[in-house]
């Protein structure tokens, strides 16, 4: 799916719809407590297209935490205690924090640094998706999306560094390709995606903005992640798309 020839997405001026969507049911936002994550909240709960919209953090009830299983699942079911679940976004992901940030050089791996990135931004995904894919409805449409990156394109790959950060986004890919296929025999329209917002003015991104670079508030990046969902077809499922609607290399 591309939307090259129509740059101007229809959530840069007016709320997503989601008349592809099938009337009823709920929608989850995993990571409600980030930038882009509360914003999705707020435009899902806006557009009242949904009968519910449930957001999940750290500090919501029930609490969610990416390296505890456990709580994942809690959420999942207790998501799906609200009614059919019709759209779950993913908008967690880990990129620095005081104990570690990207790293420059190989000079800088380190194992105990490399498996936190991966907990958190593939393994605990991919925990989400077990929790989850079986739960959504086996008739009309349905969406799991979870927020990835460019830079875990390895075919886009040009600069190098960042390891721990690409490879676990590339994993997370990997990740959501192989359930959108496992998914497709279960529900045909449902679809498992992966999604590029772009820069973010989030303090995730603030440190790394590069000047020059266009930067999308929270806001305006839910609602082109949002536009984005809207048209998927379901052929799109298994896909990497970025904020415009247009494929990312792998």
């Not at 435009?43 to 994942?72: C, H, K, M, Q, Y």
């Amino acid at each position: 799916m591309s939307r090259s020839e129509n740059p101007t997405l229809p959530g840069d001026d007016a709320a997503t719809t989601f008349s592809s969507f099938p009337e009823g049911g709920i929608a989850v936002v995993f990571g409600a407590g980030g930038g882009i994550g509360s914003a999705l909240v707020e435009r899902l709960r806006a557009a009242d297209r949904f009968t519910e919209v449930i957001a999940f953090s750290r500090g919501s009830t029930p609490p969610i935490d990416l390296i505890n299983e456990v709580s994942l699942a809690e959420a999942a079911a207790c998501a799906a205690g609200h009614g059919d679940i019709r759209l779950a976004i993913d908008a967690t992901g880990f990129l620095h924090d005081d104990a570690q940030g990207p790293e420059k050089s190989w000079r800088e791996l380190d194992a105990e640094k490399l498996a936190r990135a991966f907990a958190l931004n593939a393994i605990g995904p991919a925990l989400l998706m077990k929790h989850l894919l079986p739960r959504l409805p086996r008739s009309g449409k349905a969406v799991f999306a979870t927020l990835s990156a460019r830079v875990g394109s390895i075919g886009d790959n040009r600069l190098g560094g960042w390891y721990g950060y690409r490879a676990s986004k590339a994993a997370l890919n990997q990740l959501v390709r192989t359930a959108s296929v496992e998914l497709s025999r279960r529900s045909a329209e449902a679809l498992c995606v992966a999604l590029h917002p772009g820069t973010v003015a989030t303090p995730l991104s603030a440190p790394f903005a590069a000047t020059g670079l266009a930067v999308h508030t929270p806001d305006q990046s839910a609602a082109h992640l949002l536009a984005v969902i809207d048209a998927l077809p379901p052929e799109a499922t298994g896909g990497f798309f970025d904020w415009r609607g247009e494929t990312v290399p792998w």
